[in-house]
């Protein structure tokens, strides 16, 4: 089965920092551009951030741009989201999705910024 | 950006109801569009890729259609299995964006 798995989500201050993790199987992860993609608390779809199957482009949202840092592992199937600088509104669950128009979705992990 | 204005926000429907949900974009994004369902708690499900291309096991009572900036999907029979919140996402360029969202409510 095609199956993704974030982890990495909590309670975090303000200002603080969590790194997210998403670990694929049953597909060629390499071969995929990957996506982070939020949503706040009884709102609607937000995307994040992008990075292409080799890591070469990298895209991200101007919300997080210059706070959050997307990374890949193809040699461990792993997407990463290095969050910085936290702020209450960054609060969503975040979930990874595969390729550009999001066929497939994790679960999603948590994160809440509070004090 | 290629921003994308769905309509209604809200609606409420019967089971057996017609239901046309937009989504307008702001720059032609040549077909790049996809439809999502979200239940309540659960993670989004991708409906519909390229405008019109039903994905495996969605039901044929959904269909899309539109072009350039205007598209529409729509669910011919509402059953209940229906209810839920639907958002459109263009995937022509980057930033990616989704549509507002369209919450389908049991009159």
């Known amino acids: 089965d095609v199956l993704l798995v974030e982890s990495g989500g909590g309670l975090v201050k303000p200002g603080g920092s969590l790194r997210l993790s998403c670990v694929a199987s049953?597909?060629?992860?390499?071969?995929?551009?990957m996506n982070w993609v939020r949503q706040a608390p009884g709102k609607g779809l937000a995307w994040v951030s992008s990075?292409?199957?080799?890591?070469?482009?990298?895209y991200y949202s101007d919300s997080v741009k210059g706070r959050f840092t997307v990374s890949r592992d193809n040699a461990k199937n792993s997407l990463y989201l290095q969050m910085n600088s936290l702020r209450a509104e960054d609060t969503a669950i975040y979930y990874c999705a595969r390729t550009d128009y999001m066929d497939v979705w994790g679960k999603g992990t948590t994160v809440t910024v509070s004090s | 950006a290629f921003l994308l204005t769905q309509s209604p926000s809200s609606l409420s429907a019967s089971v057996g109801d017609r239901v046309i949900i937009t989504c307008r974009a702001t720059q032609d994004i040549s077909g790049a569009l996809a439809w999502f369902q979200q239940k309540p708690g659960r993670t989004p499900r991708l409906l519909i890729l390229?405008?019109?291309r039903l994905q495996n096991g969605v039901p044929s009572r959904f269909s899309g259609s539109g072009s350039g900036t205007d598209f529409t999907l729509t669910i011919s029979s509402l059953q209940p299995e229906d209810f839920a919140t639907y958002y459109c996402q263009q995937f022509y360029g980057y930033p990616l964006t989704f549509g507002g969202g369209t919450k389908v409510e049991i009159k």
């Open positions: 390229d405008v019109y």
């Open positions: 990075i292409s199957s080799s890591g070469s482009y990298i």
């Open positions: 049953g597909f060629d992860f390499s071969s995929y551009t």
